[in-house]
């Protein structure tokens, strides 16, 4: 060491032993001054002193690696503790403005002892100390950012999802009524009556894509279920019948019986009448859509073929993003395709399409027949 006429300087790393040595210290100034000016007045003295030790041991590291000296214990490393400390304090109800004020804090507590000792850092170690808390606070704030979008996001889509589930009852009610009097012949064949049995069934698949899309926020996980996939198609074809002949198109099933698979029945259904819908919308009047099935091992292939006369090449990549339509008919918010990729990849399969020019374009649904299995690093038991 050497001194200077203002104090003892510290040189060679070592205002990392003056840190380490005063750590309690250190932790007893922060969170009285803390609890004073920052910390919710509910908070016990143990929740706020969760990652400050950690993160003094980051500091004393940074510091001699500066150095190059060898380190007295093992640290995670720069600023490790600050995502786990952000995550916390928004755990806890903190403001985002106390987060950074609580780096703040620990800035004026290590040179309130700083001028107390009489010890004058070098500049290169001030440099070192202020990287570290200037990383530690963009860390910590960017993880409360995080955490704090997220459960925005989970309010929505449970608001969402709230809302589509109260919209399904009477919306049932509307569809069964008019079911009943078509069969009554209280209801003459018309357009008009066409018209108003397209409109429940799109507002009905609206709101499924809604629920789904929840499930995929909220509880990502299908919630699987033996399915025969021949049933489930022509059950989608039925509920489409509408739109199919206001276009006077063709739908064509090859789809060979006893063909099972285990996967979510709303989220499967939703996948593949978004893509039979999208076939509809941009098949040419008097055009014809094939579905067809086929397993091949442990997988099931699903083709939704239309003859929408092509896609565009520029366009094929952004197909899948939401709020993206191609071509001319702009109904609807662009949401389908989007929906149906994500439902395919939550069951571990893929949704991908290929273009036939001038005719018009094949959707390829790959999905396995049952769950994904452990891996060989998996525990097992028995």
Known sequence: MCRSSGGLWIVGGQLADFIEGQREEITQRWVEQLFATAAPASLGREEVIDSLREFLGELTTGLRQEYGLPQHTHVAGPSSSSKGHGKQRFTLGYGIGAVVREYGLLRDVLFQ??????????????????????????????????ERDEELRQQAARHIGFMAHELRNPLASARLALGMMEQRGELPPSRSAQLFARSLQRV???????????????????????????????????????????????????????????????????????????????????????????????????????????????????????????????????????????????????????????????????????????????????
């Open 113 to 146: 002892l700083v001028e107390e000792q009489g010890v004058a850092p070098s500049a290169r170690e001030v440099r070192v100390l202020s990287k570290y808390l200037i990383n530690g606070i963009a860390d910590a704030v960017s993880q409360y950012a995080l």
């Open 204 to 382: 009905n698949e609206l709101v499924d894509n809604a629920l789904v899309e929840v499930r995929l926020r909220v509880v990502p996980e299908p919630a699987r279920e033996p399915l025969e996939l021949s049933e489930l198609l022509h059950t989608i074809a039925e509920d489409s019948s509408v739109e199919v002949e206001l276009k006077s198109l063709q739908l064509r099933i090859e789809a060979p019986s006893g063909m099972v698979l285990h996967a979510d029945r709303r989220m499967l259904y939703s996948l593949l009448s978004n893509l039979l819908r999208n076939a509809v919308k941009f098949t040419r009047s008097g055009g014809t859509i094939h579905l067809r099935a086929r397993a091949g091992g442990h997988r099931v292939t699903v083709d939704v073929e239309d003859e929408c006369g092509g896609l565009p090449e520029d366009r094929m990549q952004s197909l899948f993003e939401p709020f993206v339509q191609v071509g001319q008919d702009r109904s609807g918010f662009g949401l389908g395709l989007a929906i149906a990729r994500q439902v395919a990849e939550a069951h571990g399969g893929e949704l991908r399409v290929h273009n036939l020019p001038g005719t018009g374009c094949v959707f390829v649904l790959g999905l396995p027949t049952s769950p994904p299995t452990p891996g060989p690093g998996a525990s097992s038991q028995g």
